[in-house]
């Protein structure tokens, strides 16, 4: 394959449109920072079935800059610390999961798991409710997913599912369970917000959407706003609340699976991990829990469970970003070449940057001690070449809950439990016998950067 250089064209025609690639620190700077290019138009095609087009991940503008303002605050580090015992309590009811397949001895596929958990700690972090997925049928979970099985960018190459007649239909129905759902949590939060609960002494441990509301009537105050908001707030929140359970739940997933997945095949890296968990909670694995809660800032003293994560998230991103040019903006490489976006797809793709031996030494190998050397190390991270959540005003606003999620999870389940691929028993009931790999790796990701077959593991007990 000729070496084409971190920024070059490809055109996908006639299945899709053509596409800028932009894969260095440098040029990525220029469309997501120095100049964020609107994001690309499709995109919004393909959130619409779920957001109705209101998302502040596809918002441009006045509009998005409000609503992302909003929504800011429930998302930052200091107050998701408030909200961790939600995330506690729904990695309890992981464990018990795991337990029970456990004593089971049965094949499970991560992913399923891992999905159901993230769409509990959204539940709680967001809309302060239980969404008991991991337990039991959930009409907005069930709704949701569904409707991501129906959506489409519109470059499918068959052609019945392209243009499959049944898909408006079916988004339809499944937009109607969802927003029937989303509607009686938000009707439960605003009652309270009008009854018992006051605007100004807010508890610390107000949920995602307690906090955009407090906002949100805190710009239109007076009890005449308060009463006419209904529908602006109310229109503008079910998109985002459906938003955050698509994309965090997803994300989150894909990425505590490949957590499990690397550390099964580096023991060396499990072994320190662990260390480390006992040397800040202790022996006592009973204990780890309410210690979490009661001092969740202990998160914080475990620099290398992080890079466990950060080297993880290199590794295996889960999300890209899609931009659209714009006339009369070019990027510009690292050798001064001018590259025009007008028409372009222009597309952020981490998974090129983040295994690019330009940036990184040994870029195909799992090292999480490269996020624990000094700067003018050689394994130390250049800067700009880490963008599993990208950078600028368009970054990904769920990244610290993201990040706290999987140190909560790997902090009560690694040292608990042995979770094993089992990729080899799996391909010997496959009747062609075929196995693929990519870069060698089984684990591969596949669309929406998943692991490949979600995942399959068997569970036991770590012996200590």
């Given at each position: 394959m000729p070496d084409l250089g971190p920024v070059y064209y490809l055109d996908t025609w006639p299945f899709g449109p053509q596409i800028l690639i932009v894969a260095s620190p440098g040029s990525l700077y220029q469309i997501t920072q120095e100049h964020s290019l609107p994001k690309y138009h499709a995109l919004k095609a393909f959130l619409r079935p779920i957001t109705d087009g209101l998302d502040i991940v596809t918002m441009e503008g006045q509009t998005w800059k409000t609503w992302r303002g909003i929504f800011n605050p429930g998302f930052s580090a200091s107050h998701l610390m408030t909200l961790t015992s939600g995330i506690v309590e729904e990695t309890v009811r992981f464990c018990d999961v795991l337990q029970t397949h456990l004593q089971n001895q049965t094949i499970l596929h991560m992913k399923d798991l891992t999905d159901n958990l993230a769409m509990d700690v959204i539940g709680r972090v967001v809309l302060d409710t239980q969404l008991d997925s991991q337990r039991q049928r959930n009409p907005l979970v069930d709704g949701l997913r569904m409707q991501i099985r129906w959506l489409t960018f519109g470059a499918d190459v068959n052609p019945i599912e392209r243009y499959n007649p049944l898909r408006p239909l079916v988004h339809w129905y499944n937009t109607r369970r969802m927003n029937q759902y989303v509607s009686r949590e938000l009707n439960s939060r605003m009652t309270n917000f009008q009854g018992k609960e006051s605007l100004q002494p807010a508890k610390r441990n107000k949920s995602v959407i307690d906090l955009a509301l407090t906002a949100y009537l805190s710009e239109h105050s007076g009890e005449k706003a308060i009463q006419a908001m209904d529908s602006t707030f109310k229109t503008f929140a079910m998109s985002q609340i459906k938003l955050f359970l698509f994309s965090g739940h997803d994300t989150t997933s894909s990425s505590i699976c490949y957590i499990f997945y690397i550390l099964s095949v580096n023991p060396s890296a499990l072994s320190r991990a662990c260390a480390e968990h006992d040397e800040i909670f202790g022996l006592d694995l009973d204990k780890t829990a309410s210690l979490v809660i009661k001092n969740p800032f202990l998160l914080n003293q475990l620099p290398y469970t992080l890079a466990v994560i950060k080297?993880?998230?290199?590794?295996?991103?889960?999300?890209?970003?899609?931009?659209a040019g714009e006339p009369g903006?070019?990027?510009?490489?690292?050798?001064?070449?001018?590259?025009?976006?007008?028409?372009?797809?222009?597309?952020?793709?981490?998974?090129l940057i983040q295994r690019d031996p330009a940036y990184w030494l040994r870029p195909d190998d799992f090292i999480p001690e490269?996020?624990?050397?000094?700067?003018?190390?050689?394994?130390?991270?250049?800067?700009?070449?880490?963008?599993?959540f990208e950078y600028g005003p368009r970054n990904c606003i769920g990244q610290e809950l993201a990040m706290v999620e999987m140190k909560i999870i790997m902090v009560m389940t690694l040292r608990r439990f042995d979770i094993k691929p089992v990729y080899e028993e799996l391909d010997r009931q496959k009747p062609s016998g075929k196995v693929r790999t990519v870069h060698g790796e089984r684990g591969y990701q596949i669309q929406r950067a998943q692991p490949s077959d979600d995942l399959p593991c068997r569970v036991d007990k770590v012996i200590r």
């Open positions: 080297e993880t998230l290199r590794m295996y991103p889960a999300v890209s970003s899609t931009r903006f070019n990027v510009t490489d690292d050798q001064g070449r001018q590259f025009p976006t007008d028409g372009f797809l222009v597309w952020a793709n981490p998974q490269r996020w624990l050397v000094p700067p003018g190390d050689p394994l130390h991270p250049v800067k700009g070449a880490w963008r599993p």
